[in-house]
């Protein structure tokens, strides 16, 4: 150990060899799993690399500071594991709400509806959409539409009439 605390790594490697087996079935013993096992058990060397120094004798065997460490660092990995588990729980209470924003499939409905009406008004002959989109885009009433276009009122009538049936046939399937 004295050794390893002055940079020594083939000591640093001995100490390894001769405590490995402990660290890491320690680590093993506490977190159940081998890969955080074998992540604790790095992360004990990398503190005994840099803490070397600071060991005493006085205070227990090299075996006990190896375990304590050990110990504590797994206690860490259990105590992130448990936040990180419930931080990506999900909130029960909350999952029967419904987003406010439709989903794809509403959108591409309502898509594809629109792209079948613009369709549909593009076979209108100019007059009878002139006339229709002024009625139903503008909302302007027959009368307003006849001042508008200057055309008679039973004429303006029969435009949006005639556009209308028109529209009803083409968009059957839409229905």
Request: include cysteine; charged fraction near 30%.
């Amino acid at each position: 150990m004295e050794r390893s605390a002055r940079g020594d790594q083939n000591a640093f490697a001995s100490l390894y060899d001769a405590t490995r087996h402990l660290v890491y079935t320690t680590a093993l013993r506490i977190l159940t799993d081998p890969s955080d096992a074998e992540e604790v058990t790095l992360d004990v060397y990398m503190q005994v690399w840099r803490t070397a120094k600071d060991y005493t004798d006085l205070r227990g065997s090299v075996g006990a500071w190896f375990v304590v460490l050990t110990r504590c660092r797994a206690i860490d990995r259990l105590r992130s594991r448990s936040l990180r588990s419930r931080r990506e729980e999900p909130f029960h209470e909350f999952s029967q709400f419904r987003s406010a924003d439709s989903g794809p499939d509403l959108a591409t409905e309502l898509s594809q509806r629109r792209r079948r009406i613009a369709s549909a008004l593009d076979t209108l002959p100019p007059d009878q959409r002139e006339a229709l989109e002024l009625a139903f885009f503008s909302g302007l009433t027959h009368s307003e539409l006849a001042a508008r276009l200057k055309q008679p009122l039973g004429t303006v009538k029969s435009r949006v009439r005639q556009a209308m049936i028109k529209i009803r046939e083409l968009l059957v399937e839409v229905r």
